[in-house]
């Protein structure tokens, strides 16, 4: 009998799972929901069978296995992932930036570049999935908020700040690093 057949069995290991997830989402830099995600379509591409009656422990084992499995290929995924920093790739990068006052005037390129980094910097925030834009948009306020601030303008604890600001910025980096990945036609491709 296929594992994935026995109804039972799926909505009896569906808490396991996101128990799981949640617990090990945190250290592998990934959303609990996109690990839960991935354990399923393993098991649905294993085309795993149900285990013998007589060990009902064994599907829940697998499940926990499968679960630190996939959170050991994330972690390593996110080490191997290096941010490409556009500027260092100049063949300029022998003038001046614009200082502060006083400095050099920004470069008409500089400063379009820099706008079109904040434009998808928000456009990306605002995709976010649940709180993480209003918590963004308040972190990057340039009111400066405090993290007391924070949590009375969104109506959470303080305590909870640190841990979902670490799930919306890994969210937010890997947005971004699917965007930059994506190659654009260059040159003269076609």
Known sequence: MDLLKDPDLVNELGPLLSAEAA????GAGVDAADLEQAVWVRLLESGRRAPDP???AEPAR?????????????????RREIPYDHRRHRVDDHRPRAGAAGGPEPEPEDALLHEEDHRALRSAVARLPGRCPELMKALLSPRDLTYREIAGELGISQGSLGPV???CLGCL??????????????????
Do not use: I, K
Not at 62 to 78: I, N, P, S, T
Not at 174 to 188: F, K, S, Y
């Open 54 to 56: 007589a060990d009902p």
């Open 62 to 78: 697998w499940l926990r296995r499968a679960v630190r499995a996939e959170a050991r290929l994330a972690r390593r995924g996110a």
């Open 173 to 190: 980096r890997r947005m971004l690093a699917a965007e930059v990945a994506a190659p654009g036609l260059r040159g003269m491709e076609r």
């Open 23 to 26: 617990a090990e989402a945190p």
């Open 165 to 167: 600001r670490s799930r």
